[in-house]
Antibody, heavy 120, light 110 residues
């Protein structure tokens, strides 16, 4: 079965960067995009962007342009999301999500989430 | 402020039916399929409905989805206390060139 296993919780100071990893299994990693979605405590879901594991191409929500970088390592079927210039408003649970199929806006499989806390 | 609009909360009694609406515009719901997600406290969301009205394997047929124009609806019949959760709609927005979600609806089964 498809599984996305994310790295553990992080505590960062304002201005720092954080990298969250997402290891995929149960399917061909390069066959479909990985998206990243975050959720602040008590808030809704916020889409951040996507990475194509096959060619490394990316697309980011305008809000995160210039601060987020999504990459992948096909040798270990792992996707990464790095967010820089952290501020308190970035405190949230970050999810990696497997897109259902190209052309869809359906996020089929979700990682367990990684809590990133930004605090001085 | 979410691009897609959902009611903050809905409630109904066990055994009853409830619907949750999701309103958008021509650049999102009007142009793309809609999906729905269920989220219990402290856990990741799970896919409930995709392509407007399709259920992934394992999702009971008590859950249904529909779309008309720039709005979509999630229906849940024969409500159970275990259905108490937050529900989100999602789709793509071609103007933003981004995925978008509703603000979420908290379902209470009285």
């Amino acid at each position: 079965q498809v599984q996305l296993v994310q790295s553990g919780a992080e505590v960062k100071k304002p201005g720092a960067s954080v990298m969250v990893s997402c290891k995929a299994s149960g399917y061909t990693f390069t066959s479909i995009d990985i998206n990243w979605v975050r959720q602040a405590t008590g808030q809704g879901l916020e889409w951040m962007g996507w990475v194509n594991p096959n060619n490394g191409h990316t697309g980011y929500a305008q809000k995160f342009q210039g601060r987020v970088t999504m990459t992948r390592d096909t040798s270990i079927s792992t996707a990464y999301m790095e967010l820089s210039g952290l501020r308190s408003e970035d405190t949230a649970v970050y999810y990696c999500v497997r897109l259902g199929y190209y052309g869809s806006a359906s996020w089929f499989n979700w990682g367990q989430g990684t809590l990133v806390t930004v605090s001085s | 402020q979410s691009v897609l609009t959902q009611p903050p909360s809905v409630s109904a009694a066990p055994g009853q039916k409830v619907t949750i609406s999701c309103s958008g515009g021509s650049s999102n719901i009007g142009s793309y399929y809609v999906s729905w997600y269920q989220q219990f406290p402290g856990t990741a969301p799970t896919l409930l409905i995709y392509d407007n009205d399709k259920r992934p394997s394992g999702i009971p047929d008590r859950f249904s989805g529909s779309k008309s124009g720039t709005s979509a609806t999630l229906g849940i019949t024969a409500l159970q206390t275990g259905d108490e959760a937050d529900y989100y709609c999602g789709t793509w927005d071609k103007s933003l060139n981004a995925g978008v979600f509703g603000g979420g609806t908290k379902l209470t089964v009285l």
